[in-house]
Nanobody
Framework: QVQLVESGGGLVQAGGSLRLSCAAS????????MGWYRQAPGKQRELVAV???????NYADSVKGRFNISGDNAKNTVYLQMNSLEPEDTAVYYC???????????????WGQGTQVTVSP
């Protein structure tokens, strides 16, 4: 079994910063990519940022220049540094990982339980 555990959400004023962390644990053969999605009330889940095991990153246009994603392959951990937060960033943030477990010869998508980020005006 592979599990993702997130931390770092909370309440912050507009213009402030938060840092999210997500660690994958379990019987992991390889970690191909990790990242973050978010879902605001009444909206679909959307990509925020993702980083491949090779360090290639992809960001949503709405967060470019404000958010920075980084990863530690040895620890199967991903971080999201969020700066200049806006009320529109308020959402539940979900950690995502594309991992090949030891028990399989294919990669699967895994999700964390979600962490609330609330940005007040």
């Amino acid at each position: 079994q592979v599990q993702l555990v997130e931390s770092g959400g909370g309440l912050v004023q507009a213009g402030g910063s938060l840092r999210l962390s997500c660690a994958a644990s379990g019987r992991i053969f390889s970690n191909n990519a990790m990242g973050w999605y978010r879902q605001a009330p009444g909206k679909q889940r959307e990509l925020v940022a993702v980083i491949s095991s090779g360090g290639i990153t992809n960001y949503a246009d709405s967060v470019k220049g404000r958010f920075n994603i980084s990863g530690d392959n040895a620890k199967n951990t991903v971080y999201l540094q969020m700066n200049s937060l806006e009320p529109e960033d308020t959402a539940v943030y979900y950690c995502y990982a594309k991992i090949a477990p030891l028990s399989a010869r294919a990669s699967f998508a895994y999700w964390g339980q979600g962490t609330q980020v609330t940005v007040s005006p």
